[in-house]
C-alpha cells in the first residue's frame, strides 16, 4: 500500500477524539493519556479531501492494535498447531507426549532437545535416528517429544506405526504410492514400535517401499525399535537385510537407557491400591 493509500484509509477510519484529549500549539489532537499526538501534517503543505492532517496512532492505541494483533497470532497458531496434530498422531494420547510432562528419568531426553533446538541443520542434512533400546524405557515417549515440540514450532510431523501403514495400503490398492508419497511429505517421520510389523512377503515389501521411498525423498526419519542393535546389523534373512540396511543408512542409533516406567508405573499401582486396602480395613 502507497503512502497517498495509507493516508486515504487513515482518514476513512479516523476515530471520534476521546473527551480527555485536547489539541496542541502546533494545532494537532494529542491523545490526553499518553500526550502523543494522535494527527500529522501531511508533508510539504500537501491535502486530501481539503485536510491537512491525517490520523495517526498514539501510544495507547499501538499499544491496543498490538496486544489484539499479538492474541490474534496466538490464536491462529494455536489453531494450526491443534490440526497439525489431528493431522499428524494416529492416537490422541500422543499429544500429552512433551517436554514439560517429562519425569526427568530418561538420560537421553536431553538428546531429543538438542534435535528440536538444531531442527534446521538435522534437516538440511536429512539426520535420523533409530532409537533403541529395551521395553518400556520411553523410547516412543521421547520421539513423541520431538514431534509436539516441532509442531508447537508449526512443522508438520506423521508419528505413526507399521501395524497401521500396512492396513491402510491392504485397504487402498489404487492407491498405494500416493499413499506412501504423502507419507514421505512430511518433515519428518516417525516410524513408533518398527519390528512388530507381520513378516510376511507382503508386509516386508510394504516395509522396504515406505522406508526406501522416505529415503529418496532426502529427508529425516525416526525409528522406535525394541530390536536390539546386534539384531539390526545382523538380519536373519535377505528381506530383512535389505530394510535394516538401508534404515541404518539413513539413522543414527541412538541408544534409550531409561527406567522401565512401565514396571515403575505398576509398581506405583500397586502401592496405591495396598493403601487403599490398608484405609478401608482401618474403618
Not at 9 to 38: I, M, V
Not at 122 to 144: C, F, P, Q, R
Not at 213 to 223: A, D, E, F, N, T
Amino acid at each position: 500500500m502507497s503512502d497517498y493509500d495509507n493516508a486515504i484509509f487513515r482518514l476513512a477510519t479516523a476515530q471520534e477524539a476521546e473527551p480527555e484529549d485536547y489539541t496542541g500549539e502546533d494545532g494537532l489532537l494529542y491523545c490526553g493519556s499518553c500526550h502523543k499526538p494522535k494527527e500529522a501534517y501531511f508533508p510539504e503543505g500537501k491535502t486530501i479531501f481539503g485536510r491537512d492532517r491525517h490520523p495517526k496512532e498514539c501510544d495507547c492505541q499501538r499499544k491496543r492494535r498490538e496486544t489484539l494483533e499479538a492474541a490474534d497470532r496466538e490464536h491462529k497458531h494455536r489453531e494450526e498447531v491443534e490440526r497439525l496434530k489431528r493431522k499428524g498422531f494416529t492416537d490422541p494420547a500422543m499429544k500429552s507426549w512433551t517436554f514439560g510432562n517429562d519425569n526427568g528419568k530418561c538420560p537421553q531426553m536431553e538428546k531429543a532437545r538438542r534435535y528440536v533446538e538444531q531442527w534446521e541443520q538435522i534437516k538440511d542434512g536429512n539426520h535420523g535416528m533409530i532409537l533403541w533400546g529395551e521395553v518400556g524405557t520411553g523410547k516412543s515417549y521421547l520421539a513423541g517429544c520431538i514431534a509436539n515440540a516441532l509442531m508447537e514450532k508449526e512443522i508438520s510431523v506423521c508419528m505413526t506405526n507399521f501395524a497401521l501403514i500396512l492396513n491402510d495400503l491392504a485397504a487402498s490398492y489404487k492407491d498405494r504410492n500416493e499413499y506412501i508419497s504423502r507419507l514421505c511429505s512430511f518433515p519428518l517421520l516417525i516410524l513408533d514400535d518398527f519390528g512388530i510389523e507381520r513378516g510376511t512377503e507382503y508386509g516386508l515389501e510394504q516395509v522396504y517401499n515406505v522406508i526406501d521411498s522416505r529415503y529418496r525423498s532426502q529427508k529425516p526419519l525416526i525409528v522406535t525399535t525394541n530390536l536390539t542393535l546386534e539384531e539390526l546389523q545382523n538380519p536373519e534373512d535377505t528381506a530383512h537385510a535389505r530394510i535394516y540396511d538401508r534404515l541404518t543408512e539413513m539413522c543414527t542409533p541412538v541408544c534409550i537407557t531409561g527406567e522401565n516406567f512401565r514396571k515403575a508405573k505398576a509398581r506405583e499401582k500397586m502401592e496405591q491400591l495396598k493403601t487403599l486396602l490398608n484405609r478401608k480395613e482401618s474403618l
